[in-house]
Structures are given as C-alpha cells and as structure tokens.
C-alpha cells in the first residue's frame, strides 16, 4: 500500500510558477514510477510528467522546458517545478505512484489531487 499527498496547488497569473509537492508514505521502496497527471474541466486526465526509481524523466511535449519533475533528497516526496505558467495548465494535478507486482501487472495508487488555477 501507497498513500499519496499532494500540496503546493494555488492560483498564480500566467507567467508564473508554481512547485507542487508529493509526499509518498507505505511501501515506498516497491515504487516503479511516480508521475503527475492532470485533468481539467470536461477533458481527459492525461500524464504531465513522470519520474521512474532509476531517475529517468518524462514529460508531455505541452510541458516541455516549461516543467521539471524532481525527486526530493528523502526519495519520499517528488516535486513539479512549472514555470512560465498559461491558462491551459488550469487543472487538479494528480500524484501517482505505479508498482510493478509482476512484469505485466501494475498497481496504480493516485492521491486527492490539488488545483492549479492559471489566470490570465
């Protein structure tokens, strides 16, 4: 079991930043991979950005030079660094973590969520 809190969400003009925070707590050590999703008003909630336990980094071509995932130095919380923020990154983001119990089976844990409100 994984249990997942988000923080860090807020309203902030488009321009600025943000860091959001995800603080991992239970079998931290079977986590695979921890990314960031968002879904906003009336859309499909899609993958921002992910963090694999080797360090491999991913992000969606939307987010590109704009966001940077990160791990902390206690390898429990992962943070989104967003810069040069636009109002299409309105969303509730979403921590997740994924473990692998086998080669073909993932485990997917997902915390509550916080909301980014970009205004312009």
């Known amino acids: 079991q994984v249990q997942l809190v988000e923080s860090g969400g807020g309203l902030v003009q488009a321009g600025g930043s943000l860091r959001l925070s995800c603080a991992a707590s239970?079998?931290?050590?079977?986590?695979?991979?921890i990314g960031w999703y968002r879904q906003a008003p009336g859309k499909q909630r899609e993958l921002v950005a992910s963090?694999?336990?080797?360090?491999?980094?991913n992000y969606v071509d939307s987010v590109k030079a704009r966001f940077t995932i990160s791990r902390g130095n206690a390898k429990n919380t992962v943070f989104l660094q967003m810069n040069s923020l636009k109002p299409e990154d309105t969303a509730v983001y979403y921590c997740?973590?994924?473990?692998?119990?086998?080669?073909?089976?993932?485990?997917?844990?997902w915390g509550k969520g916080t909301l980014v409100t970009v205004s312009s």
């Open positions: 997740n973590a994924k473990l692998a119990t086998t080669p073909i089976v993932v485990i997917n844990y």
């Open positions: 239970g079998s931290i050590s079977s986590i695979n991979a």
């Open positions: 963090i694999t336990s080797g360090g491999t980094t």
